[in-house]
């Protein structure tokens, strides 16, 4: 063996050398050789008192059965003759000694620890059938019997004088009955749950010559054996083998000295009080790092599918404030439309009603200058008839009279100017109602022609709907008629595949009647098959191959030819 080889173990490395906490995926033991530390073989008292082996579950013949009845009937007489032995000696001591106040009570108390101890028994017993033992039930039950086996004992000791020799042994006696009986009771009660339970592991006992020999080593043995729940002796024994070795072989890789190894190769040695095996130490850094691994995996996995699902979710919600937007733009346009249409009959409105308001204004103007006329009219013709009478009172001054002449000269001429002026302030006013006028006009025909065109659009709208409408109408009925005509067609082809399988059976009973060969029948088929085809040119040779069972084409042309051949000779299916 180098320095660099793993070491090899101490025996057969087939036993299972579980641990209270198997690690998955574990390495092989250190080695696979066969080889042995030392050259003494194993000893037989190591082996000969395990159970490696499962317990049958095989049922009870029927002469285990009467044995396991005889042994029950002894057990219950052994029970009888140790309460009958008890009884009296348990009630004497407990009214003699322990004060009891009469021999009565005395007999009670005897009564009662002997009742409980069986009640106890036979409920231990019960749930151990049952395959739910209650472990904590034996405890009392010893105790009571160690209680037992003390006041017998006590009843048997001398009174009055020292102890000899013989005194001792009937102390003895009298608690030997009650000890047997336990052990007998806890015999039947291991005895049941290998019965009820024969898949529940074994535990090994450790053989008395290795107590003997190494109290110390083998205490711990059992302390681990017991703490760690291992249950095969040979597999400690084993693991311990392969800790030594471990240790030896990393002895001599470091020259003697442990200090120099590394965390992981002294891990065995750290591991062992706690019920790893060598392999199972060593194998602990691989498996932390793959479990560390894999929840780092399991951290990215949930983090990308929290991502996945928030990506998911903010897709729903911008989709929805689409959808929610679409809706919103779509009722916008609806309100606004309706908006539109409205303001549109108001504009209409209030352009009518300005309109007609400046109607009303020129009109209102119109009658003030006609007013203002007939007062400037009955101004001049008051102005005449005071010249008249000026004319007439006052003959007698002609300077008067040119002076009145020229100043209704003057007037006159005022007069003219103020007419024209009337007359020209008249015209640009009536002009200016008229653009006015116009301006409404424009402004309600813009109006009207707006309104218009929406009810073109609308008209024009609800003409491509009905239009549309009527295609799908038409399209429906189409497909109803193509329907139809399918379905017409569909029967007819029913009817003539009728009647063609009607001159195929009449022709098939002609030529039964006419006793034709098989040749001569397939002949007709084909010439059948021409007839429907329309002739010998539309007949495909593949129809004649799959209706003949063919496999040459040369056969089917042969047939098609003779058959044509047959139809030229006046050759008629029957009908």
Do not use: C
């Amino acid at each position: 063996m180098t320095l660099t080889d793993w070491p090899r173990t101490a025996a057969d490395s087939n036993l299972d050398p579980a641990g209270p906490a198997t690690v998955s995926g574990a390495p092989q033991p250190v080695s696979q050789t066969t080889g042995t530390v030392s050259d003494a073989p194993e000893s037989p008292s190591e082996t000969e008192s395990g159970t490696e082996g499962k317990p049958s579950g095989m049922k009870l013949t029927g002469s285990q059965k009467w044995a396991t009845g005889a042994i029950v009937a002894a057990a219950l007489v052994l029970a009888g003759i140790g309460l009958y032995l008890s009884f009296e000696h348990v009630a004497i001591f407990a009214f003699e000694r322990l004060r009891f106040g009469s021999i009565g009570k005395g007999q009670l108390f005897a009564v009662g620890v002997d009742v409980g101890i069986m009640i106890m028994i036979a409920v231990d017993l019960l749930m151990a059938w049952l395959k739910r033992p209650i472990s904590w039930i034996r405890y009392p039950v010893w105790l009571l019997t160690a209680a037992t086996v003390v006041l017998n004992a006590a009843s048997g000791a001398p009174k009055g004088r020292a102890w000899g020799l013989m005194d001792y042994v009937a102390a003895g006696a009298h608690g030997l009955v009650p000890v047997l009986f336990i052990a007998v009771v806890e015999l039947g009660r291991d005895a049941i749950d290998r019965m009820v339970r024969p898949d529940r592991a074994e535990r090994d006992s450790i053989p008395w010559i290795r107590w003997t020999l190494a109290p110390t080593a083998t205490a711990r043995i059992f302390r681990r054996m017991r703490l760690w729940g291992v249950n095969s002796y040979p597999g400690m024994i084993r693991r311990d083998q392969e800790l030594i070795a471990y240790e030896q072989w990393l002895k001599r890789k470091h020259d003697g000295d442990l200090s120099e190894a590394t965390e992981d190769e002294l891990l065995p040695m750290r591991m062992a009080p706690y019920g790893y095996t060598v392999a199972q130490a060593l194998a602990m850094p691989d498996e932390q790092d793959q479990a560390a691994q894999k929840r780092a995996e399991d951290a990215e996995r949930r983090r990308l599918d929290a991502e996945t699902r928030s990506e998911v979710a903010q897709s729903e919600a911008a989709a929805d404030r689409l959808r929610a937007k679409g809706k919103v733009e779509t009722v916008r346009a609806e309100v606004d439309g309706q908006t539109g249409q409205a303001r549109a009959h108001a504009r209409a409105q209030v352009s009518a009603a300005e309109r007609a308001a400046a109607l009303e204004e020129a009109a209102l103007e119109t009658a003030v200058v006609a007013e203002a006329r007939a007062r400037e009219a009955e101004a001049d013709r008051k102005t005449a008839l005071e010249r008249e009478a000026e004319a007439a009172a006052d003959l007698r001054t002609a300077e008067l009279e040119r002076q009145a002449a020229e100043k209704r000269k003057e007037a006159a001429e005022a007069d003219r100017v103020a007419a024209a002026e009337a007359q020209a302030i008249e015209t640009r006013t009536i002009a200016e109602n008229r653009r006015v006028a116009a301006e409404t006009n424009r402004v309600a025909a813009e109006t009207e022609r707006a309104a218009a065109e929406t009810a073109r659009a609308t008209a024009e709208a609800n003409r491509k709907k009905a239009e549309e409408e009527g295609r799908e109408e038409e399209a429906l009925a189409q497909i109803a008629r193509s329907k139809k005509e399918a379905a017409e067609a569909d029967r007819a082809a029913a009817e003539t595949r009728r009647v063609t399988a009607e001159i195929e059976r009449r022709a098939v009973e002609a030529e039964d009647i006419a006793k034709l060969k098989p040749r001569e029948r397939s002949i007709r088929k084909v010439a059948r098959m021409i007839l429907a085809a329309g002739g010998a040119d539309q007949l495909p040779l593949a129809d004649i191959q799959h209706e003949l069972a063919v496999t040459s084409p040369g056969t089917a042309s042969e047939y098609r030819q003779e058959a044509a051949e047959l139809l030229a000779g006046g050759y008629t299916p029957a009908a």
